[in-house]
């Protein structure tokens, strides 16, 4: 049987101070603390945890990750409660724009108070076929 990877349980990054880091996530992310240990603290949703633990920040070593939202609406409003808890977006002034060159996927992007790279982005929906077309063709 292949190997299937399932959604991500939890994720661990190297943070200046975990209590702060923790605070953060909850206020600009609307994260709940889950619990604490030694040299780190544990935040999370329904989705994902993230483990934060005491140490140096690395970002140029993981480029960015994405979290899904369930569309465009969904990231319109999240765009402008970043901007209303003043959260360090890119592309001022145009935030939202494809994933990449010839993306269909839209996404924003932003920074945590330790450089890491985080995005919200929206999956482009397949266009179906009539089913007209679907009988001729």
């Known amino acids: 049987m292949p190997l ?7 994720l661990g990054i190297s943070v200046h101070d975990p209590q702060k880091s923790a605070r953060w996530w ?3 992310l ?3 603390r889950r619990f604490s240990f030694p040299g780190g603290v544990v935040v999370g949703n329904d989705h994902v945890d993230i483990v934060l633990h005491k140490g140096k ?6 480029h ?8 465009m609406r969904e990231l319109r409003a999240a765009l402008v409660e970043l901007q209303r808890k003043h959260v360090e977006l890119e592309d001022p002034g145009d935030e ?9 996927n839209m996404g924003l992007w932003f920074q945590d108070p330790d450089g ?13 076929k009539s089913r007209a077309k679907r009988k001729r063709g």
């Open 96 to 104: 939202i724009g494809p994933e990449g060159p010839g993306s269909k």
């Open 4 to 10: 299937q990877l399932g959604p991500v349980g939890h």
């Open 26 to 28: 909850i206020k600009m």
């Open 57 to 62: 920040p690395h970002p140029e070593v993981l």
């Open 30 to 32: 609307n994260m709940t």
């Open 116 to 128: 890491y790279r985080w995005e919200l982005s929206v999956l482009a929906t397949r266009k179906r």
């Open 64 to 71: 960015h990750i994405s979290f899904h939202v369930r569309g």
